[in-house]
């Protein structure tokens, strides 16, 4: 209704109110806009006009030397690719968007027209809905030109799908393509590569509660060693924590072993071997591997060079801490000391990242389901199951967006 009237009112052929271009454009994949208004078609520094899908929300729009080039409309023949011009003097644009000029590509592109009497004032007082012709949305494609004067983006529609080649990027079957945690938001937006945005510090925010969630390349779930594990005797009950344990005997658990400092067995070792595992529904059946009911989960816990550190023979087992808010997992076992090598990315031969993707689909829910015992406790841990309802940033499924 909205648009009907503001192109009646072009119709009328005795309108004197005077054209408005606005334009909306996306800079990251959170889905955040920035909004600019044409340089000459504004009496102030800024203009405000309501929000297209909430338009309870008044926007402001900066001034910008801006201008869209080759706007035409066809129904034969392919669609036209307009070019967005911005005036780039002293990296005014750069400046006002605030992230790297290639991280624009595959972001929306939104023009707006209305006529200036449509205008808010900034206090509300325009109509609700706002007045506008049409809106027209188009894709960033392809950096055209970039230099000291302007920046030229060639655009598409989001329909556009002539020349394109499809698979738009190489896919396997049940392999993530990503870089893991190369969006991670602890990086800078120009720094941020690929699709999985996991929080390189294993933060999870779930309705405004932030968890800390760390699995390992086989998906298992690492938690504190502060966890409560009981002994498991007959049963368990879903989610409950139960522990089980293996005798040492002549250095051997099962066939597990501790290793020495110089990565020999150490057949010294004596006392028991701890599993720790996490029900997955009400159960009598004995925590194992092979059992459906069951899954196995690690420990860590805070790093300190008074403590010493164990690798085994089956590095499952291994050691895990954390420190500098990352988890480690120990590669080699080391005495308590001052001697004694600290976890970093430089200490590769003593200690190796702990919170690493198996680049599975399963690994991908593990993070993204993780589904808290206790909603709204920070320091809650994960139900067994995860939750279904979430939509997954899994790089094994095909897709057309642009990555850098």
Same mark, same amino acid.
């Given at each position: 209704?909205?648009?009907?009237?503001?192109?009646?009112?072009?119709?009328?052929?005795?309108?004197?109110?005077?054209?408005?271009?606005?334009?909306?454009?996306?800079?990251?994949?959170?889905?955040?806009?920035?909004?600019?208004?044409?340089?000459?078609?504004?009496?102030?520094?800024?203009?405000?006009?309501?929000?297209?899908?909430?338009?309870?929300?008044?926007?402001?729009?900066?001034?910008?030397?801006?201008?869209?080039?080759?706007?035409?409309?066809?129904?034969?023949?392919? @669609?036209?690719?307009?070019?967005?011009?911005?005036?780039?003097?002293?990296?005014?644009?750069?400046?006002?968007?605030?992230?790297?000029?290639?991280?624009?590509?595959?972001?929306?592109?939104?023009?707006?027209?209305?006529?200036?009497?449509?205008?808010?004032?900034? @206090?509300?007082?325009?109509?609700? $809905?706002?007045?506008?012709?049409?809106?027209?949305?188009?894709?960033?494609?392809?950096?055209?030109?970039?230099?000291?004067?302007?920046?030229?983006?060639?655009?598409?529609? $989001?329909?556009?799908?002539?020349?394109?080649?499809? $698979?738009?990027?190489?896919?396997?079957?049940?392999?993530?393509?990503?870089?893991?945690?190369?969006?991670?938001?602890?990086?800078?937006?120009?720094?941020?590569?690929?699709?999985?945005?996991?929080?390189?510090?294993?933060?999870?925010?779930?309705?405004?509660?932030?968890?800390?969630?760390?699995?390992?390349?086989?998906?298992?779930?690492?938690?504190?060693?502060?966890?409560?594990?009981?002994?498991?005797?007959?049963?368990?009950?879903?989610?409950?924590?139960?522990?089980?344990?293996?005798?040492?005997?002549?250095?051997?658990?099962?066939?597990?072993?501790?290793?020495?400092?110089?990565? @020999?067995?150490?057949?010294?070792?004596?006392?028991?071997?701890?599993?720790?595992?996490?029900?997955?529904?009400?159960?009598?059946?004995?925590?194992?591997?092979?059992?459906?009911?069951?899954?196995?989960?690690?420990?860590?816990?805070?790093?300190?060079?008074?403590?010493?550190?164990?690798?085994?023979?089956?590095?499952?087992?291994?050691?895990?801490?954390?420190?500098?808010?990352?988890?480690?997992?120990?590669?080699?076992?080391?005495?308590?000391?001052?001697?004694?090598?600290?976890?970093?990315?430089?200490?590769?031969?003593?200690?190796?990242?702990?919170?690493?993707?198996?680049?599975?689909?399963?690994?991908?829910?593990?993070?993204?389901?993780?589904? $808290?015992?206790?909603?709204?406790?920070?320091?809650?841990?994960?139900?067994?199951?995860?939750?279904?309802?979430?939509?997954?940033?899994?790089?094994?499924?095909?897709?057309?967006?642009?990555?850098?």
């Amino acid at each position: 209704m909205a648009e009907k009237i503001a192109i009646k009112q072009l119709q009328s052929l005795e309108e004197t109110s005077a054209f408005i271009t606005l334009f909306e454009l996306e800079y990251n994949d959170a889905g955040a806009f920035k909004y600019f208004v044409r340089s000459g078609e504004a009496d102030d520094s800024t203009l405000h006009f309501r929000d297209y899908d909430s338009p309870g929300t008044i926007r402001e729009y900066e001034i910008l030397p801006i201008t869209v080039e080759d706007l035409q409309h066809s129904s034969t023949g392919p @669609s036209t690719r307009p070019v967005l011009r911005i005036a780039n003097v002293l990296n005014t644009f750069e400046t006002a968007v605030g992230v790297n000029l290639d991280n624009l590509l595959g972001k929306k592109l939104i023009r707006r027209r209305t006529l200036k009497k449509y205008l808010d004032n900034g @206090s509300g007082n325009s109509n609700n $809905p706002p007045i506008e012709f049409p809106r027209q949305v188009y894709i960033i494609d392809r950096i055209e030109t970039r230099n000291a004067l302007e920046v030229a983006f060639e655009l598409t529609t $989001p329909f556009e799908v002539e020349g394109l080649t499809l $698979p738009y990027r190489q896919v396997g079957h049940n392999a993530c393509s990503w870089i893991y945690q190369g969006a991670s938001p602890t990086k800078s937006i120009a720094n941020q590569i690929g699709g999985c945005t996991w929080h390189s510090q294993g933060k999870y925010n779930i309705n405004g509660t932030t968890y800390t969630v760390f699995v390992n390349y086989d998906d298992e779930y690492v938690i504190t060693s502060g966890t409560t594990f009981t002994t498991f005797s007959s049963s368990a009950s879903a989610n409950d924590y139960n522990k089980t344990t293996v005798a040492y005997s002549n250095g051997s658990a099962g066939g597990v072993y501790r290793l020495k400092a110089d990565g @020999s067995l150490d057949t010294s070792t004596t006392g028991n071997l701890i599993n720790y595992w996490q029900a997955v529904r009400n159960t009598s059946t004995t925590p194992s591997d092979s059992s459906t009911d069951w899954h196995r989960i690690r420990v860590y816990g805070t790093y300190a060079n008074s403590n010493t550190y164990y690798a085994y023979n089956d590095d499952r087992y291994n050691d895990y801490v954390l420190h500098n808010n990352l988890l480690w997992k120990a590669k080699r076992t080391q005495a308590s000391g001052g001697s004694q090598v600290a976890p970093s990315d430089t200490a590769s031969d003593y200690w190796e990242r702990g919170d690493v993707c198996g680049k599975r689909l399963s690994s991908c829910k593990c993070r993204f389901g993780f589904n $808290p015992i206790n909603s709204g406790n920070t320091s809650s841990t994960g139900k067994a199951t995860k939750d279904s309802e979430l939509k997954l940033p899994y790089g094994g499924f095909p897709g057309a967006r642009k990555f850098k």
